[in-house]
């Protein structure tokens, strides 16, 4: 019933940079729905895919990696990334790279 430090470690580090990843992918006026709904996406992908690398067939492993990935993507956006202006609709990868997915017309 013990998770392995290792895959718990790296699923957490992989959703930190999530935030970052999101602002890269989505438009600096995408709504925040959309946004929530990637960076969702984008966890469940990294939980899954890390607990795929363990066991292929333990799935349970890979829906709370998926969880953990999402809280420390939230955690790693508002405590961090998003105070030193680097995610966010004003932070710094938005103003860099304007373009993106779920922009308004």
């Not at 580090?13 to 990637?38: E, F, N, S």
């Not at 799935?59 to 969880?67: C, H, I």
Request: glycine fraction near 14%; hydrophobic fraction near 55%.
């Amino acid at each position: 019933m013990f998770v392995e430090l290792g895959p718990f470690l790296l699923t957490v580090v992989i959703g930190a940079v999530l935030p970052a990843l999101t602002a890269l992918v989505t438009a600096r006026d995408a709504p925040a729905g959309l946004k929530a709904v990637l960076l969702a996406v984008l966890s469940a992908v990294t939980g899954f895919a890390v607990a795929w690398q363990q066991d292929p067939h333990d799935w349970k492993t890979g829906a709370v990696g998926a969880f953990w990935a999402f809280i420390a993507a939230v955690g790693a956006h508002f405590g961090l990334l998003k105070p030193i202006d680097v995610t966010g609709s004003g932070g710094l990868i938005a103003r860099k790279v304007p373009g993106g997915v779920g922009g308004r017309t």
